[in-house]
């Protein structure tokens, strides 16, 4: 029950203009991510669109925790979400972020994915 209140309330509060808020909101999610009744499907496209932040220390957050959850989990809702951000939007400081996100992910695991079928 309380996850049902709780994670509209996160999901509304990583999109708070005060990048702090958003930096502490996030830090909730990471730690609900390992609560296994947590819907990534609500979540993972919030923390995805973050990328577009104007702060630096928020996008750098956000890149470590795709990293760290993508590399821990291998669920490929992450890579899809971050793919299918990447095909939609023209902002070119999201584009950017992820990018970076997927060469790190790449170096660091060989990212099994078949990004010719999506590219």
């Known amino acids: 029950m309380l996850m049902k209140g709780l994670l509209p309330t996160l999901v509304r509060l990583l999109g708070d203009a005060n990048f ?9 999610v990471e730690e609900l991510m390992r609560v296994p009744t947590v819907s990534l499907e609500v979540i993972i496209p919030q923390i995805v669109e973050r990328l577009s932040d104007s702060k630096v220390a928020l996008r750098q957050n956000i ?13 490929p809702l ?3 979400h971050l793919l299918v951000q990447l095909r939609r939007t023209a902002n070119s ?6 990018l970076n996100i997927l060469s790190k ?3 660091e695991d060989s990212l099994p ?7």
């Open 20 to 28: 702090k808020v958003a930096l502490v909101a996030l830090r909730v």
């Open 105 to 107: 992910l790449y170096e």
């Open 93 to 98: 400081n999201i584009r950017e972020e992820i």
């Open 63 to 75: 890149g470590k925790l795709v990293r760290s959850e993508y590399l821990t989990t291998h669920n």
């Open 113 to 119: 994915y078949p990004f010719e079928k999506v590219l």
């Open 78 to 80: 992450w890579l899809d």
